[in-house]
């Protein structure tokens, strides 16, 4: 007979939550976990509930299940369902059908609630402490930020989670990431994402779940939180998590799908409970100080690839990040850069603001506090796309909006976007790009399009500045 686990001893915050999670153990590796949220996108969430439908099943549990339209949608003012994508409109209309037929919560191009679905599960309160959630996409682990075990499927996956509200899953092992002290100015959880992924590799945390704990990240808003989970995955990781505190409660006290009165009570006292024990065994462990910390940005086709700004393009003997020379030779080749390049000395051709990564409120209010009575640079196209229909009201009532086009950014609708051209927009070949979004890879912008990863504060100041440059040497003039 297969046995769970111990539950007795001592246990990471992971680990208790998977465990409260358990339906059966299915062999010594893996077990079947209930699974309590599933949230879908066109791009595979209409398909995924055809095909349940198809083979005469029904959606297990509607109530649990929350689609938007964000990955193949136009940005582009007054939007219709025919996207830039030749095959889009198609699948805009099966989600939206297939949503219709199985009772489940829908955020259409026209509901105030649409955006990218990492950024509006949050703000409804979908996500919530000690939940599992999952979703066909990568950056799932964003919602980690809220304790929850949230991590990204395929859509064959996404379906037996519809028949079934379970999932199979291998039991991932546990790191724990402890970063403390105070961050210098400029610096951003995106750029402590990237200073991690440098530091340990792309495929650094395959396998784990990453607790990040300390200081510096319980000083950390829930908005930034969500950005260094978020990236996670450029790590391997199978998700993050951090311990929620009162910041948590605060953040989705009210929120639509969050519950309310005396369950509310109930609720909020049992998440601060959540937390790993004292003397819970990790499988690996971090220290960082946040005084090591810089603004980031990307030099070549992997977010490993990162460098403080100012710092020269590194040479191939300098680094140890398990790549080869001709990965390493391939990426300054695609990127038209040598080692101990200057990226500062490089003209970009465009900026991007965006992405599941960094396009919440806070991010376009930090990104707006730069443009203001600046113009970008002449020859750069600059873009911001809000990550949430909200998100796009609450800065245009602020005036962002005006901020960012007074300094010559297109301000769009909500959605992906160029985080990658699925909705058939794109950079064109051999721009170099700077670029707040999660991804550097080959043609992710574009065919061809050279990204540089940052944070919005640096994709502002460099659109500015028409080079790559951060917050801090906009301002010192550097």
């Known amino acids: 007979m297969i046995q769970s686990p111990d539950q007795t001893g001592p246990r990471t915050l992971a680990q208790k939550i998977w465990d409260e ?44 299940v929350f689609a938007t339209m964000d990955h193949i949608v136009d ?10 994508m030749p095959t889009g409109k198609a699948f805009l209309q099966t989600l939206r059908d297939e949503a219709v037929r199985s009772g489940i919560t829908l955020f259409d191009l026209d509901d ?52 079934t509200a379970t999932l199979r899953v291998k039991r991932p092992q546990n790191m724990r990431i402890t970063i403390d002290g105070t961050l210098s100015n400029g610096v951003t959880a995106k750029d402590i994402a990237l200073y991690i992924i440098r530091k340990l590799g792309a495929a650094g945390a395959k396998g784990h779940i ?9 000083a950390l808003d829930m908005e930034a939180r969500m950005t260094l989970c978020n990236m996670a995955t450029e790590l391997s990781a199978f998700t993050a998590i951090i311990a929620p505190d ?34 819970a065994v990790f499988d690996a462990s971090y220290q960082l100080q946040a005084s090591e910390i ?34 390493y030779d391939r990426a300054l080749e695609y990127m038209g850069l040598e080692a101990t390049s200057d990226l500062g000395q490089l003209p970009i051709d465009g900026a991007f603001i965006g992405s599941c ?5 806070s991010d376009l209010r930090r990104a707006a506090a730069i443009l203001k009575g600046r113009t970008v640079a002449p020859g750069v196209r600059a873009i911001c796309v809000p990550g949430s229909t909200q998100v796009k009201l609450e800065a245009e009532a602020e005036g962002l909006d005006k901020v960012f086009r007074d300094a010559g950014f297109e301000w769009r609708e909500s959605g992906c976007s160029m985080c990658f051209f699925a909705g058939g927009e794109s950079f064109g070949p ?33 659109a500015i500045a028409g080079r790559i440059v951060s917050s801090v040497g906009l301002e010192n003039g550097a």
């Open 357 to 361: 990564t960094n396009s919440r409120i």
């Open 294 to 327: 810089n603004p980031m940005v990307s030099w070549g086709n992997s977010p490993q690839h990162a460098i403080a700004i100012g710092e020269k393009v590194p040479e191939f003997e300098t680094l140890d990040l398990g790549d080869g020379r001709a990965t």
């Open 21 to 64: 999670h358990v339906v059966v153990p299915v062999n010594e590796e893996s077990e079947l976990l209930a699974i309590d949220r599933l949230l879908l996108h066109e791009r595979t969430g209409g398909v995924a509930l055809k095909s349940l439908r198809e083979k005469g099943r029904d959606v297990m549990a509607p109530s649990m």
């Open 246 to 279: 009162h910041k948590v409660l605060t953040y989705l006290k009210g929120r639509p799908f969050a519950p309310d009165g005396a369950l509310w009570e109930q609720a909020s006292a049992y998440w601060l409970t959540l937390k790993s024990d004292d003397d």
């Open 430 to 462: 051999g721009e170099r790009v700077i670029s707040s979004t999660n991804r550097n890879f080959e043609s992710r912008q574009g065919f061809k399009t050279r990204t540089h990863i940052a944070s919005p504060e640096t994709v502002a100041a460099s």
């Open 112 to 163: 105030p609630r649409q955006g990218i679905v990492h950024v509006v599960s949050p703000e409804q309160g979908i996500v919530m402490p000690g939940a599992t959630l999952v979703c066909p996409d990568s950056h799932t682990c964003t919602q980690g930020a809220f304790g929850a075990l949230a991590w990204g499927i395929g859509s064959t996956e996404a379906e037996h989670v519809l028949a």
């Open 210 to 218: 990453i607790e990040f704990s300390g200081d510096t990240v319980r």
């Open 75 to 84: 940005t582009f003012p007054n939007r219709t369902d025919d996207t830039l």
